[in-house]
C-alpha cells in the first residue's frame, strides 16, 4: 500500500509561468490537506479538501491560489503566475473519514523553486 | 485559537547525550497530541502520539508524556544518535479539526 504520493518532487518554475503540484493520497483516504514550508518558518495550513469540495481554504493566498481534489484522481494544487516569494516546499497529508485522534500520513513534499 | 509552541533550535548535542524538545500548547478542548520528525529532503512522519492526559507515546527510544496540568507534551530521549538529527514538529488536533503544528525544532547531533 503506497503512501502519499506527492509529484513531482521538485519543481522549478520561471517568474509569471504556472506550477502545479499532484497529491495522491493513500489508499481509503478521502481527506486531503496542503501545507506549504518556508525555510524558517514551519509549516502552514493551506487548505482542506475532501473529494470534489473545499471545506477550509482560510490559509491560503486568495490570488493566484487554487486546489481542487475531483472524484477521480489526485488533488492539484495550482499557482499562477509565480513569484519568486512562492519558493517553498508544499507538503500534501490525507487522512481516512474518520480519523479522530489518528495523525496525518504525508507525503513527501515538491519543493518549488521559482527562478 | 489553538497553538503550539515549541523551544527554538537548533538543538546540537553530542551522540548518547540526553534529548528534550520543550512542547506547550494552548487549547479550548482537549486535544490529541503528537510528535513528527522530517529527515533531509523528506516529509514529515509521525514518530509518537498521545490522546488523554497523563498517556506517554513512545517510539524508536523517544518518549513523550501529555500532561494536561502543565499543557505540555515534552519529547525526551535518554541517548541520541548521529542519525537522529532531524528537525521535529509537535502538533495538536481537536477532533476532526484540521491539526496546528508547531514552528519545527531542529536536532543537529555530532559524533
Known amino acids: 500500500n503506497a503512501g502519499v504520493m506527492q509529484n513531482p518532487r521538485h519543481l522549478v518554475r520561471r517568474r509569471g509561468q504556472e506550477a502545479r503540484l499532484r497529491c495522491s493520497p493513500m489508499k481509503g483516504h478521502s481527506h486531503v490537506y496542503w501545507y506549504r514550508q518556508l525555510p524558517e518558518e514551519g509549516l502552514k495550513f493551506m487548505v482542506y479538501l475532501q473529494k470534489e469540495n473545499i471545506i477550509d481554504e482560510s490559509g491560503m493566498p486568495k490570488e493566484r491560489f487554487s486546489a481542487e481534489f475531483p472524484k477521480e484522481g489526485p488533488s492539484i494544487l495550482r499557482i499562477q503566475q509565480v513569484v519568486r516569494g512562492d519558493s517553498a516546499a508544499y507538503f500534501c497529508?490525507?487522512?481516512?473519514?474518520?480519523?479522530?485522534?489518528?495523525?496525518?500520513?504525508f507525503g513527501s513534499g515538491t519543493r518549488l523553486t521559482v527562478v | 485559537g489553538d497553538s503550539v509552541t515549541q523551544m527554538e533550535g537548533p538543538v546540537t548535542l553530542s551522540e548518547e547525550a540526553f534529548l528534550t524538545i520543550n512542547c506547550t500548547y494552548t487549547a479550548t478542548g482537549y486535544p490529541s497530541l503528537f510528535w513528527y520528525v522530517q529527515y533531509p529532503g523528506e516529509g514529515l512522519q509521525l514518530l509518537l502520539k498521545?490522546?488523554?492526559?497523563?498517556d506517554k507515546g513512545s517510539n524508536k527510544g523517544f518518549e513523550a508524556t501529555y500532561r494536561k496540568e502543565t499543557t505540555s507534551f515534552h519529547l525526551e530521549k535518554g541517548s541520541v544518535q548521529v542519525s537522529d538529527s532531524a528537525v521535529y514538529f509537535c502538533a495538536l488536533r481537536l477532533g476532526s479539526y484540521i491539526p496546528t503544528f508547531g514552528r519545527g525544532t531542529s536536532l543537529i547531533v555530532h559524533p
Open positions: 498521545a490522546t488523554k492526559a497523563d
Open positions: 497529508a490525507s487522512s481516512p473519514p474518520q480519523a479522530g485522534s489518528s495523525g496525518y500520513t
